[in-house]
């Protein structure tokens, strides 16, 4: 199947920093990939919508200007936590889609998990 | 706007006994329904999928669902289950496409016991 990466796996920050984590397609092309954000032992939250070439789409409730999101290339889509604080820890995995001739299916990175102190 | 519950937050099981997890939705529009695995510290994956046609799914490693629009539900069932299958799994569903945007259940944390 479609291999989706996500670096770095773990990383811990002091507050105020930024943070970016990297999405990638290694064998596929996606024009459209998906940011999720999974608070300990809870669902995932769709944060946002990455469309290559365009500014990405966010849900209701998330700030655009902590969590920059850039889709750069059809392979690579980065999340950039801005000025994190200890509240934005959590778990965050993408999800990129390929279409194979039909509706398309979503492949998951194996997320990235971000530690704020 | 859609929602997926899963009934159970939690599911301990015995090794080799039957398992079968809870999800109902509600759309006001038809749906396309997923099960995920979820290991520790893992992204996710794809279990099985309904886009359309039979009702009964099959998944990967033994897995399989049901999908019945008149109580909108999609359960997951296993007739057999291992100490690896120990992992959340969560329902999901998508009203646009089978690759857009999924909105997901709580979860449902399985417990294999020996």
């Known amino acids: 199947g479609a291999v989706v990466s996500q670096h770095p796996s773990r990383v811990i920050c002091k507050s105020g920093t930024s943070v970016k984590i990297e999405c990638r397609s290694l064998?596929?092309?996606?024009?459209?990939m998906f940011w999720y954000r999974q608070f300990p032992k809870q669902s995932l939250m769709l944060m946002a919508t990455?469309?290559?070439?365009?500014?990405?789409?966010?849900e209701q409730g998330v700030e655009k200007d902590k969590f920059l999101i850039n889709h750069a290339s059809l392979t690579l889509s980065t999340l950039t936590v801005t000025s994190a604080h200890p509240e934005d820890s959590s778990f965050y995995i993408c999800?990129?889609?390929?279409?194979?001739?039909?509706?398309?299916?979503?492949?998951f990175g194996e997320g990235s998990r971000l530690t704020v102190l | 706007a859609q929602s997926v519950t899963q009934l159970d937050s939690q599911v301990p099981v015995f090794e080799e006994a039957p398992v079968e997890l809870r999800c109902n939705y509600s759309?006001?529009?038809?749906?396309?329904l997923f099960w995920y695995v979820q290991y520790p510290n893992q992204g996710l994956q794809l279990l099985l999928k309904?886009?359309?046609?039979?009702?009964l799914v099959k998944g990967i490693n033994g897995f399989e669902a049901e999908f019945n629009k008149s109580q909108t539900s999609f359960h997951l069932r296993k007739p057999s289950v291992h100490i690896s299958d120990t992992a959340e799994y969560f329902c999901?569903?998508?009203?646009?496409?089978?690759?857009?945007?999924?909105?997901f259940g709580g979860g449902t944390r399985v417990l294999v016991k020996p």
């Open positions: 999800s990129a889609r390929l279409f194979t001739g039909g509706t398309g299916e979503l492949f």
């Open positions: 064998d596929f092309q996606a024009t459209t």
């Open positions: 990455s469309n290559e070439g365009s500014k990405a789409t966010y």
């Open positions: 759309s006001s529009v038809s749906v396309y």
């Open positions: 309904y886009l359309s046609g039979s009702t």
């Open positions: 999901a569903v998508s009203v646009q496409a089978a690759g857009n945007k999924l909105t």
